[in-house]
Nanobody, 124 residues
Framework: EVQLQAYGGGLVQAGGSLRLSCAAS????????IGWFRQAPGKEREGVAC????????YYANSVKGRFTISRDNAKTTVYLQMNSLTPEDTAVYYCTAHWNRDPWWVASNWDYWGKGTLVTVSS
């Protein structure tokens, strides 16, 4: 059974940083792309970043480029999202997802597996 557990969310002031982690199990981690999405109240779930399997190519939403960094540790079957220079607009529930099955990566329905989210709140 594929399991994805996101954690590391919390309350941070604008300009601060957080690192989210996504612990994965139940599948061949090396072979799967992993993504981070977020959903703010009243908004659709949007792609934030993703990292491909094996080579580890990374992709980012324009809104987070230069501020967020996605990385993966295949030995620990964990993906990280380092978030810097946070703004109140980054407030959302953040989800990790696995297995990007078709383009484009930033569409939630193009991913197969989802974990429960972790809440990030950025205060002004």
């Amino acid at each position: 059974e594929v399991q994805l557990q996101a954690y590391g969310g919390g309350l941070v002031q604008a300009g601060g940083s957080l690192r989210l982690s996504c612990a994965a199990s139940g599948f061949s981690f090396d072979d799967y792309s992993i993504g981070w999405f977020r959903q703010a109240p009243g908004k659709e779930r949007e792609g934030v970043a993703c990292i491909s399997s094996r080579i580890g190519s990374t992709y980012y939403a324009n809104s987070v480029k230069g501020r967020f960094t996605i990385s993966r540790d295949n030995a620990k079957t964990t993906v990280y999202l380092q978030m810097n220079s946070l703004t109140p607009e980054d407030t959302a529930v953040y989800y990790c997802t696995a297995h990007w099955n078709r383009d484009p990566w930033w569409v939630a329905s193009n991913w197969d597996y989802w974990g429960k989210g972790t809440l990030v709140t950025v205060s002004s």
